[in-house]
């Protein structure tokens, strides 16, 4: 039986506009009657999940910044990881100040950029929090007035892929890269992952692999397909990430449908 309903947000959850459709929302809510707990699996802040998800209340779990966060139902934190002070500041040496646009994350739910300029808006309003501009990145890690957790850089794809290979060939088991969106990558702590993060949530829940079912659409939800025989990939993501899951759906709503018809089959047998 499927106990855990694990779904990403971008992509999967979230239309276009940043926003659970209507259908969603039903079947997020008949999931809930039928005695199945949900998690939110994002590369999003917990405090952004928390927006998102205010129709529910506190009846989910998430595993935020992919990974680097865990967070009970109750909101109570499980676990945090972030980088190395010394690993931060050489990881944000690898590019020139304004070749990327790239945020600095902390696991204290915190965007930072270096400088504040017009062209960090467009990607501003693809968040649900504030960021704040710090000239001194590497002066506050080293102070330990900033924990970093995650770093996202934004471009193009096809130089994002670049800079990828040039992180993982200069940091070799150091790190974990993504390529979270059609023009993202994020940068993590080696051994931080969704699936990494959802295997220290099941332990604590109590709850086996084969319990769960995970919902994406990118890379950095290969993962959690790799954790469960019960993956959805989004009918739009690209053939690598539909070819790593099990099933292919064309909305959350459908693999929710699909999941109970599971338990209820699994229930009759």
Known sequence: ???LIVSDLDGTLLDHGKRINERDLQ???????????????????????????RPFGNRYYTVGQNGATIHLHDQRLL??????????????????????????????????????????????????????AHADLEGAIAADRMRCSKLSYFGELHELIQLEAQFNDKFAGQIETFISDKDCLDVMPCNVSKGDALKLLIQELGIAPDEIACIGDSFNDLSMFALTPHSFAMSESRDEIRSSASAVVHSVAEAIDRIIAYNYMSSTK
């Not at 009657?33 to 917990?46: E, F, P, Q, T, V």
């Not at 972030?82 to 902390?106: K, M, N, W």
């Open 27 to 53: 079947a997020l809510a008949k999931a809930f009657d039928h005695g199945l707990n949900l998690c939110i699996a994002s590369g999003r802040m917990n405090s952004e999940i928390q927006i998102l998800l």
């Open 1 to 3: 039986m499927i106990k």
């Open 79 to 132: 676990a945090s990881a972030e980088f190395a002070p010394e690993l931060s500041t050489l990881l944000l040496q690898v590019t020139g100040r304004d070749e990327y646009i790239h945020f600095i994350h902390c696991t204290n739910d915190s965007y930072y950029v270096r400088d504040w300029n017009e062209a960090v808006l467009p990607y501003e309003a693809r968040i649900m929090t504030a960021i704040s």
